[in-house]
């Protein structure tokens, strides 16, 4: 398998256009008593002028990614865009992964 990171993502974004996906979210992490959201990142691919099929974005469940649901995505690096500095691109091949257990603020929110 290539190298990759992930990071994981709040997603506030999931259109379509043109027939493949345009998917955004915020980098979140848990701090002592509160979530930290970072930078926007855009998923895209190597080919397609970047576009993110359906296949490409499938959550390990076979679902796609809802918006205010917690991912975590397999990204293979820095897109290095002076334009659109928030584009990564996604590890091929790789499922995403619902990580909202890790989030216990959104299942108390959920509770109420």
């Known amino acids: 398998m290539r190298q990759h990171i992930s990071k994981h993502l709040v997603i506030l974004a999931n259109s379509i256009k043109k027939g493949a996906r345009c998917i955004a979210g915020k980098v979140v ?6 979530y930290n959201i970072g930078d926007w990142v855009r ?3 190597e080919h397609d002028e970047g576009a993110v099929s359906d296949g490409e974005s499938l959550l390990e ?4 990614p809802k918006v205010m649901q917690f991912v ?3 990204l293979l690096g820095h897109a290095s865009d002076p334009v659109q500095p928030e584009n990564w691109y996604i590890l091929p091949g ?3 992964k619902s ?3 890790y989030y216990p603020l959104k299942k108390a929110a959920r509770a109420c």
């Open 99 to 101: 990580v909202d257990e």
């Open 43 to 45: 998923p895209i691919t």
């Open 61 to 64: 469940n076979g679902a796609q």
């Open 72 to 74: 975590e995505v397999p």
């Open 29 to 34: 992490t848990i701090g002592p008593s509160h």
């Open 94 to 96: 790789v499922k995403w």
